[in-house]
C-alpha cells in the first residue's frame, strides 16, 4: 500500500493519521444489517460495506456499470483508493438532459475493522444537471477512503451535497478532484457530524470562462473528533467566481481544521474569490485550525478571504439577555442562529430539510 | 497606459540604484570558509570569555546538522557557504572619537544622509553604524550613559557587562532555532546591544545603520535589546547596500525581551540593493527577529518597511508570555523586478489577557513574488486572547505574484481570533480620479500606494516616515504599467 501521509507533509500538518495507521484492516464482511434509508422521493444506489446492494437500489437511468478508471493527482489518499480499485457508482449524465435527484448511500458495519475505496466517476456532459445526495453512515471500526472523479460539462450543474455521519469510532477520508467547464457549476456542501477522523479533500478546477465552484461545508463535532476540510480551487481561465462558507462548531475535545487554498493562473483575470470560515468552540478544550491560503498571478482579480475563531459574542448575549431571554437559551439561540447561516448555501429543499432534522438531533444530543 | 507614461517608466526603469557605491578602505580579511578554526579565530580576535566561545562552537556543531529550510516561496542558486567571508572589518583599530573616523567612512555616511555629526544632535539620534562588521562610531553615549542606558556594540557588551549579554544572549533565539539563526550564533561579529534599566524611557531614539561593503562577506549581525521593568525605547534600524553583482547573504538575529509594563518599538527600513532588472545581484536577507514579552502588561512592535533585497526571509514574531502582553506587527513590503519576499509574523499567546494586531500590506510589481506568511497561535492557556490581522495584497503587472499563507491555531475558547485578506490591483476609478485632478499616472499611483499603506506608515517614527514615503514611490516608479 502507498504510504499514508504524515504530519511531516504540509498539507497534512493538522490532521495526524497515527490512530488510522496503528489499525490493521481486513476485506470488508458481508453485510447483515439493512440500513435505514430516509424518506426521500429519489432514485437510489445503495452500498453496503463499499458493494453496490441491487435489492435495496432502485437504479438510475444514467448508471453505467462500475468500471475502473486511472486516478488524477498525487494526492496521497487518492493515491491509496487507485491501489485498491473499490466499486463505485459510474454516472453519465447526456447533454442537455436534467437527471433530477440520485441518492448515494453508503452503509458499513462489521465486527472486525475493515476498509473499503470506493471510486466514484460522476460525468455531467453540456448543459446537464444533477443533483447527488450522498449519505454515509455505519456502526464499528471501519474506514472509508472514497475517491470522486467529477466532469462538469459546459453549462453544466452539479449539485452535492454531502451528509456525512460515520460510526465515531470509524475514518473517512475523502478525495474529489473536479474539472468544471466554461459557464458550467460545481456546487458543494458537506455536513461532517460523524467519524473519529475524517478528512474532505477537494481539488477543483475552473477550466472555462465562467465556470463557478461553491465549495461549502459545515462540522459539528464533538468528544475526541477530529474533522479536516481541505481544498485547493484553481482558476484556469478568466472571469470565473468561486464562494466557501466553512463552519465548524466545536465541543468537548474535538479539533476541526479548515485549510483552503485558493490559486489563480496568470490568465484568470477578472477572478472573483471569496472565502469565509468560522469556527465556534463551545467548550475549553476544544482547538481550531485554519490555513486560508491565497496564490496570485493575475492582476485584476479580486481575492479575499476571512477567519474568525472564538466563543459566543458576549454582546449578542447581552442583547438577548436584555430583551428578558435567561442566559440559557440566549446561548442556545445564538448557536442555533450559527447553524442554520451554515446551512445557508443549501439551495436544494429536500437536501436542506434532510440536513435541518439531522442538526436538530445533533444538538439534542449535546 | 498612455505613451507619455511609458516613455517615463523606461527612463525611471533605467535608473540606477541611488545608493550603489564602494568606499575603497583596506579590509582586514579572515580566509574564505566556515570552520571550527574560524569560529575559533572569530572568538579569539573579539577577546570573547570561554563561555561565548563554547555556545558559538556549539551553535556551529548544530548548523551543521541541520538543512537549509525550503518551505517559503523562494529560489535561488544553492549557496556556497564555503565560499563566504565570516569576518571582516576595517583594518585601522577602533576610533576614539570622529575625528579619528576614516574620512572615506564619514563621506559614505554622508552619501546615505546619517546623521552622524551636528545633524546628529538636530535630529535627536544616537547613532551605532556598522560599516561591514565592526562598529565604528558611537554617538550621545554620555546622555544615554546618564539616563543609566547602555548603548553599545554588543563586542563590547560582552566585556563590560558580561552578566547581562550572558543572562539574555539566546534567550529568545536559541543557537539552534533555525538554520541561519544558528548560522548567525555561530559566526556573528557585532551588532547592537541596548539595556533599559527599571523604569527609565530611554530619552532619545536609538538608530543604527548598518552597511555591507566588503566582496563576498557575509553580514552576521547580532542585536539584543532588553527593556527592564517600565522601561521604554524605540529603536530604529536602516539599510542601504553598495552595488554588487555577486549575491551576498545577510543573516542577521534580533532578540528583544520586554519585562514587567516595559515596552519596545523596533522599526526598520529596509533598502538594500535588490538586484539589476534582471535579477542578477542583490542581497539574500535571512532575518530571524523575535520579542519575548516576559512581563505583565509588555508591549512588543514591530514596523518595517522592506523595499529592497533580491530576496528578503523574515518573520519578526512576538512571544506573548506576561500577562496582558501586547505584540503588534506592522508591514510594508514591496517587491519589483525579480525581487523575492516571504515575510510575516508569528504571534505566539501563551499568557492570559495577551492580543496582538497584524497589519501586513504587500505590494508587487515587475516580475517578483511577495508572500505573507504568518502563525497566531493561541495556547490553551491563553484565555480572552485577542487577535486582529489584516493582510492585504496590490498587484501592480500581470507578471508579478502575490501569495498569503496564514496560519491560524486557536485552542482556548474564549480567545478571540479574527483574519481578513484581500488582493486586488489599483482601482481604476481610483486611478481616474487623481487623474482628472491633474495628476500624472505616476503621481496617482504612488498617492494610491501611499495610501494603501498608511496603517503601518503612520506607526513609523517621525524621520522614517518621511524617508519612507520617498523610498516607496522611488522604489515604484520604475514599474508602474
Known amino acids: ?366 | 497606459m498612455s505613451m507619455t507614461t511609458e516613455a517615463t517608466i523606461n527612463e525611471l526603469a533605467a535608473q540606477k540604484y541611488k545608493y550603489g557605491f564602494t568606499t575603497d578602505i583596506e579590509m582586514e580579511e579572515f580566509p574564505k570558509g566556515l570552520s571550527t578554526d574560524i569560529v575559533r579565530l572569530i572568538s579569539a580576535k573579539k577577546g570573547e570569555p570561554e563561555w561565548l566561545l563554547e555556545w558559538r562552537l556549539k551553535a556551529y556543531a548544530a548548523w551543521l546538522k541541520m538543512e537549509e529550510p525550503e518551505w517559503a516561496r523562494i529560489h535561488h542558486p544553492p549557496i556556497d557557504y564555503d565560499a563566504l567571508y565570516y569576518y571582516a572589518a576595517p583594518a585601522k583599530a577602533m576610533p576614539k572619537s570622529l575625528d579619528e573616523v576614516d574620512p572615506e567612512l564619514l563621506k559614505t555616511y554622508e552619501k546615505l544622509g546619517i546623521p552622524l555629526n551636528e545633524r546628529a544632535a538636530l535630529a535627536g539620534v544616537a547613532v551605532d553604524a556598522v560599516f561591514d562588521s565592526v562598529s565604528v562610531a558611537t554617538t550621545f553615549r554620555e546622555t544615554l550613559g546618564k539616563a543609566g542606558v547602555i548603548f553599545c556594540p554588543i563586542s563590547e557588551a560582552v566585556r563590560e557587562h558580561p552578566e547581562l549579554v550572558r543572562k539574555y544572549l539566546g534567550s529568545v533565539v536559541p543557537a539552534g532555532d533555525n538554520y541561519f539563526a544558528a548560522l548567525n550564533s555561530a559566526v556573528f561579529s557585532d551588532g547592537s546591544f541596548v539595556f533599559i534599566p527599571k523604569g527609565v524611557r530611554c530619552p532619545m531614539e536609538l538608530s543604527t545603520y548598518f552597511r555591507i561593503n566588503a566582496r563576498n562577506t557575509g553580514q552576521f549581525e547580532r542585536t539584543l535589546i532588553i527593556a527592564e521593568e517600565g522601561a521604554s525605547v524605540s529603536y530604529l534600524e536602516g539599510c542601504t547596500a553598495p552595488m554588487r553583482d555577486e549575491n551576498q547573504l545577510h543573516a542577521a538575529v534580533v532578540e528583544l525581551v520586554a519585562l514587567d509594563e516595559a515596552k519596545i518599538k523596533y522599526s526598520t527600513v529596509q533598502n538594500w540593493y535588490p538586484g539589476d532588472a534582471d535579477g542578477k545581484g542583490g542581497i539574500y536577507n535571512f532575518v530571524t527577529k523575535r520579542g519575548a514579552c516576559r512581563g505583565r502588561n509588555s508591549k512588543i512592535s514591530w514596523t518595517q518597511v522592506e523595499t529592497g533585497s533580491a530576496i528578503t526571509w523574515k518573520y519578526p514574531s512576538c512571544i506573548l508570555q506576561g500577562e496582558g502582553s501586547v505584540g503588534e506587527f506592522y508591514s510594508v513590503a514591496l517587491t519589483n523586478n525579480r525581487q523575492q519576499a516571504d515575510t510575516g509574523t508569528k504571534m505566539i499567546h501563551i499568557g492570559k489577557n495577551t492580543s496582538s494586531t497584524i497589519i501586513s500590506k504587500g505590494i508587487s510589481a515587475g516580475h517578483s513574488n511577495n508572500t505573507y506568511r504568518g502563525l497566531v497561535k493561541i495556547m490553551p492557556g491563553a484565555s480572552g486572547a485577542r487577535n486582529f490581522t489584516q493582510c492585504d495584497s496590490l498587484l501592480i503587472g500581470d507578471q508579478c505574484g502575490a501569495h498569503t499563507v496564514p496560519y491560524i491555531e486557536n485552542r482556548n475558547a474564549s480567545a478571540k481570533v479574527e483574519h481578513e485578506a484581500t488582493t486586488s490591483k489599483i482601482a481604476e476609478d481610483q486611478l481616474f480620479y487623481c487623474r482628472s485632478r491633474g495628476l500624472s499616472e505616476e503621481d496617482a499611483v504612488g498617492l494610491i500606494v501611499n495610501g494603501f499603506c498608511k496603517d503601518v506608515l503612520k506607526e513609523l517614527p517621525m524621520e522614517f516616515a518621511v524617508e519612507a514615503q520617498k523610498l516607496l514611490a522611488v522604489s515604484l516608479e520604475g514599474s508602474v504599467g
Not at chain 1, 437510489?44 to 444514467?62: C, E, K, M
Not at chain 1, 465562467?210 to 459545515?218: C, D, T
Not at chain 1, 470560515?277 to 482579480?301: C, T
Open chain 1, 1 to 366: 500500500m502507498n504510504a499514508l501521509p504524515t504530519r511531516k507533509l504540509e498539507a497534512w500538518r493538522y490532521t495526524d493519521l497515527r490512530p488510522l495507521s496503528a489499525i490493521s484492516f481486513g476485506t470488508p464482511p458481508v453485510a447483515a444489517t439493512a440500513p435505514d434509508l430516509p424518506d426521500l422521493p429519489f432514485p437510489r444506489l445503495v452500498f453496503l460495506n463499499g458493494a453496490l446492494n441491487s435489492a435495496l437500489s432502485t437504479g438510475f437511468t444514467h448508471a453505467k456499470p462500475f468500471a475502473p478508471f486511472a486516478v488524477r493527482g498525487t494526492q496521497p489518499m487518492a493515491l491509496i483508493n487507485a491501489e485498491h480499485a473499490g466499486e463505485g457508482i459510474n454516472i453519465e449524465i447526456p447533454a442537455g438532459q436534467d437527471a433530477g435527484e440520485l441518492l448515494l448511500v453508503s452503509q458499513a458495519s462489521g465486527t472486525a475493522p475493515f476498509a473499503f475505496h470506493p471510486r466514484h466517476r460522476v460525468k455531467l456532459g453540456q448543459g446537464a444537471k444533477l443533483t447527488l445526495i450522498e449519505l454515509d453512515k455505519g456502526e464499528g471500526t471501519y474506514w472509508q477512503n472514497a475517491m470522486f472523479e467529477v466532469e462538469v460539462g459546459q453549462g453544466a450543474k452539479f449539485q452535492h451535497f454531502r451528509l456525512q455521519q460515520e460510526s465515531t469510532d470509524a475514518f473517512n477520508t475523502t478525495s474529489i478532484h473536479a474539472d468544471i467547464a466554461g459557464d458550467a457549476a460545481y456546487e458543494h456542501f458537506s455536513l461532517t457530524l460523524g467519524s473519529k477522523i475524517s478528512r474532505t479533500e477537494i481539488e477543483a478546477n475552473l477550466l472555462g470562462q465562467n465556470a463557478l465552484a461553491h465549495l461549502n461545508a459545515a462540522q459539528l463535532l464533538g468528544g475526541t473528533q477530529h474533522g479536516d476540510f481541505t481544498t485547493i480551487i484553481r482558476h484556469k481561465a478568466p472571469n470565473c467566481p468561486s464562494r466557501q462558507t466553512v463552519k465548524s462548531v466545536l465541543a468537548g475535545r474535538a479539533r476541526g481544521v479548515f485549510q483552503g487554498k485558493i490559486e489563480v493562473d496568470q490568465i484568470a483575470q477578472k477572478t472573483d474569490g471569496y472565502q469565509m470560515s468560522q469556527a465556534l468552540l463551545l467548550s475549553p478544550d476544544a482547538e481550531m485550525d485554519i490555513k486560508p491560503e491565497l496564490q496570485i498571478f493575475a492582476d485584476d482579480v479580486k481575492c479575499s478571504h476571512g477567519a474568525t475563531i472564538g466563543a459566543l459574542d458576549e454582546e449578542q448575549v447581552f442583547y438577548l439577555r436584555s430583551r428578558g431571554i435567561p442566559e440559557a437559551d440566549a446561548r442556545q439561540i445564538l448557536i442555533r442562529a450559527f447553524l442554520e447561516e451554515a446551512l445557508e448555501p443549501v439551495t436544494h429543499d429536500a437536501s436542506k430539510a434532510l440536513f435541518e432534522e439531522v442538526l436538530e438531533s445533533w444538538w439534542g444530543r449535546q
